[in-house]
């Protein structure tokens, strides 16, 4: 039981708060008014910041449910779209609401024709994360009056407006990245093309010749979005709902969840993975690989392997092992080297009673980063597609926290530096 920090016996009461499922949480608001003291959760590990109905993760028993939704249900049966709409609105569409939002998506996927010019101010060989950010940001000075800024004044309309931008405008955004760095001619989006579809045709297609869609490289694109869409409250969600709780932009506020995302802690970790394989080179190579990563003095990481959140299987790490099959098959790289060095690395770890027991099972980076490079898209694009598919969740979860109006976010420190002291009298004192 927690006393007042004068000591006194007087006894603290906080309530306890219940979700719809998982744990029961401690409200700590009253905490310091009552005992004068703040928690301390470096990371915020163990600390709820918000009430969200979006998306639920029991890492212990490796579920994932948005909306309520399982997301192996969600990857088999719904497309990218409905599950961004899933996300936003709490309802998967029905067919009215399905074809009127992927016609919406179309009509605002193309960009101002001056975001062009953004991209002359990039070196080429700029980091492709760079560039999107700096240029979604710059959308900003174009929708301003889009999601305004001051919250009060930002409409149910204004809201849907920008969720709408952002998910459409994002495909081609990225795919304008690639090509500039490439020196390639920009493409624009194509009416009668899928999301995914779309995505493909601007990376891919070329203006003089005819450009047709593989529907296994599409579908398998499609599923890789799905399964990035949303993840609760990691880093660049959190960060997208703080800066979007000081009213600021919603183009500025995902611009801050992407630069959020570059980390190769977060949304750099597929990139990872493969320059792991890289470096063990062949199934020879795993045991001298795996012998430097259980001594933990020698610093070499086992990259694709093990969750914050997740204890047991990440449950999109088994559907993005199907995909990356399917895909290497339709390509005729169902007998990829990096692929046998992939699954021999993942039957070796699940094997080792070091990985055993500490829980530390493939997640969804582990295959995603090969399934990308097989279909053609350089590792330095990995994050800026997760990007694309997270919009989806960043919108949702930033339409979702100003309708809470819970504040401004103001974590507080536990400060450790030194107690108040005065400046020498001579300092600054010219003799």
């Given at each position: ?78 497309s ?35 975001i ?33 800024d ?12 920008s ?12 795919a304008w990245?690639?090509?500039y ?57 959190s ?28 949304g ?9 394989l ?36 990440d ?42 027991s500490?829980r530390l ?13 097989a279909?053609?898209i ?45 400046v ?6 010219e003799?």
């Amino acid at each position: 039981m927690l006393c007042k920090a004068d000591d006194s016996a007087q006894p603290i009461h906080l309530d306890s708060m219940e979700g719809q499922i998982g744990p029961d949480v401690v409200d700590m608001r009253g905490l310091y008014k009552q005992a004068g003291v703040f928690s301390y959760d470096p990371g915020f590990a163990n600390t709820a910041a918000c009430q969200s109905a979006i998306t639920y993760i029991d890492g212990e028993e490796g579920i994932l449910l948005h909306r309520g939704y399982p997301i192996e249900q969600l990857c088999e049966k719904a497309s990218f779209t409905d599950v961004a709409w899933l996300l936003s609105h709490g309802e998967l569409p029905d067919a009215r609401q399905k074809v009127r939002f992927e016609q919406g998506l179309m009509a605002e996927a193309h960009l101002h024709e001056q975001i062009r010019n953004f991209f002359n101010g990039f070196r080429r060989d700029s980091h492709p994360m760079a560039m999107l950010c700096g240029t979604l940001a710059g959308l900003s000075s174009f929708y301003g009056n889009q999601g305004a800024d001051q919250r009060h004044r930002i409409t149910p309309e204004e809201r849907e407006m920008s969720t709408l931008r952002l998910v459409a405008k994002m495909p081609t955004l990225a795919a304008w990245v690639y090509r500039y760095s490439r020196g390639l001619p920009l493409i624009y989006p194509r009416p009668g093309l899928s999301y995914a579809e779309n995505c493909l045709h601007m990376l891919f297609s070329m203006p003089e010749a005819p450009w047709a869609v593989n529907p296994v490289l599409a579908r398998a694109f499609d599923r890789i979005l799905i399964l990035h869409a949303d993840h609760g409250q990691n880093v660049s969600t959190s960060t997208v709902r703080t800066v979007g709780s000081t009213g600021v932009n919603p183009f500025a506020c995902i611009a801050a969840g992407v630069a959020a995302l570059w980390g190769p802690a977060h949304g750099g970790a597929n990139e990872a993975v493969l320059d792991m394989l890289d470096e063990i080179g062949t199934v020879d190579g795993i045991p001298d690989f795996m012998n430097r990563v259980r001594n933990q003095k020698d610093g070499t990481r086992l990259m694709g392997f093990g969750h914050r959140v997740y204890k047991k299987l990440d449950p999109r790490a088994g559907l993005m092992r199907r995909i990356c099959h399917e895909v290497l098959a339709e390509l005729g790289m169902d007998h990829d080297p990096r692929l046998e060095l992939a699954l021999k690395l993942e039957e070796t770890a699940l094997n080792d009673e070091y990985f055993i027991s500490r829980r530390l099972y493939p997640n969804v980076d582990f295959y995603s980063g090969i399934i990308l490079r097989a279909m053609g898209i350089p590792s330095s694009m990995f994050t800026v597609f997760f990007a694309v598919a997270r919009t989806a969740g960043w919108v949702a979860q930033w339409k979702e926290m100003l309708e809470s109006r819970p504040g401004i976010s103001r974590p507080r420190a536990l400060y450790v530096g030194p107690t108040r002291r005065d400046v020498p009298p001579s300092y600054g004192v010219e003799g």
